[in-house]
């Protein structure tokens, strides 16, 4: 197994790409996607003259950088140390493929001169990374279910991944409505042009998919959450459904005010963090009905709950 000291630097990673993925929602927010026009370097130099859009990039990229060299080095330690999983040892692969593919797309979003697909696929793979993260972590950890608890029926493992693909499905169409400069395709809510569903092509076809989708969002996870007030379940399983299911709410909140406020840049970074918190609760969830063990099934463990203020 790893060190303690070796958990908390990966819980480091955890918090350091969670803030890397808000940070790029503030660096398009702030219109600083181009601001260092090449790439890798900006401006021809390592570290540009400052300005305010050009810093935003610029610290983007050192950020990424910074994310980029902690993935490698704990991923080849976790790669090469034995006891630990081949789960583990996959999603280290996985975490390090995902950082090589997003320097490139880091690149083409510049070269590219900002393409929506292009955009929407690095916002993509950063949650790939940070769901990647984020397993490998909880993993480590080996923080399990209340050893009362048995399982949960399998109709709630398969909700659990349902509500982790919908977020997931939820998060692609926002980059898609961010990079396509949609989000103010439709200038009030809840109607769009004065109907529910104008129209489902188009820029605010784009709009209004992403809505419908935030309230089968909600109503998903709500489904989740109720089912396990109602059934009794685990504890932990409730308290990181009502997480999710506060997230969603306050993340409708956020896209509301997006709209009313004409996407104000501090409530987009918000919104973007949100969503990213969301898909973070809305895992550890799936995990612990799917994978967790209890905490009397794992060798040398004490009978009681490992709980920290942190991701898991």
């Known amino acids: 197994m790893v060190s303690e000291r070796f ?10 790409v969670l803030f890397l993925i808000a940070f790029g929602g503030s660096v398009r927010a702030m219109d600083a996607g181009l601001a260092c026009p090449d790439w890798p370097l900006c401006f021809g130099q390592y570290i540009p003259d400052f300005h305010i859009q050009v810093y935003f990039e610029f610290i983007h990229r050192v950020l990424a950088g910074t994310v980029g060299l902690l993935v490698a080095g704990l991923g080849f330690y976790l790669i090469f140390k034995k006891g630990v999983s081949t789960l583990v040892k996959v999603l280290s692969g996985v975490s390090m493929v995902a ?44 923080v399990a279910v209340a050893p009362t608890t048995a399982s949960a029926p399998l109709w709630q ?26 989000g103010m395709a439709c200038p009030s809510f809840p109607l769009c042009h004065g109907k529910l569903i104008p129209t489902l092509s188009g820029l605010v076809g784009l709009q209004v998919i992403h809505r419908l989708v935030a309230y089968l969002c909600i109503a998903v996870i709500f489904v989740l959450w109720l089912s396990l007030l109602k ?12 997480r999710a299911m506060i997230a969603v709410l306050l993340q409708v909140g956020l896209g509301i005010a997006n709209v009313l406020f004409v996407i104000p840049p501090l409530i987009t970074v918000l919104h973007l963090a949100v969503a ?6 809305t895992l550890r969830v799936s995990y612990l009905m799917i994978w967790a063990k209890p905490v009397a099934h794992l060798p040398g463990a004490r009978e009681q709950l490992v709980e920290k203020p942190q991701f898991g």
């Open 99 to 142: 950082v090589l593919a997003q320097i490139v797309l880091g690149g083409l979003t510049v070269l590219m001169l900002l393409h929506e697909s292009v955009v929407a696929a690095h916002l993509v793979l950063a949650t790939v990374l940070f769901a990647s993260v984020l397993w490998i972590y909880w993993d480590l950890r080996r």
């Open 231 to 242: 059934t009794k379940a685990d504890p932990n399983f409730r308290k990181w459904a009502g």
């Open 157 to 182: 493992k398969t909700l659990s991944i349902v509500v982790v693909g919908v977020v997931w499905l939820q998060i692609l169409i926002g980059g898609l409505v961010a990079s396509n400069y949609a």
């Open 276 to 281: 990213t918190y969301l898909l973070g609760a």
């Open 7 to 16: 958990l908390r630097a990966y819980r480091f990673l955890c918090y350091e």
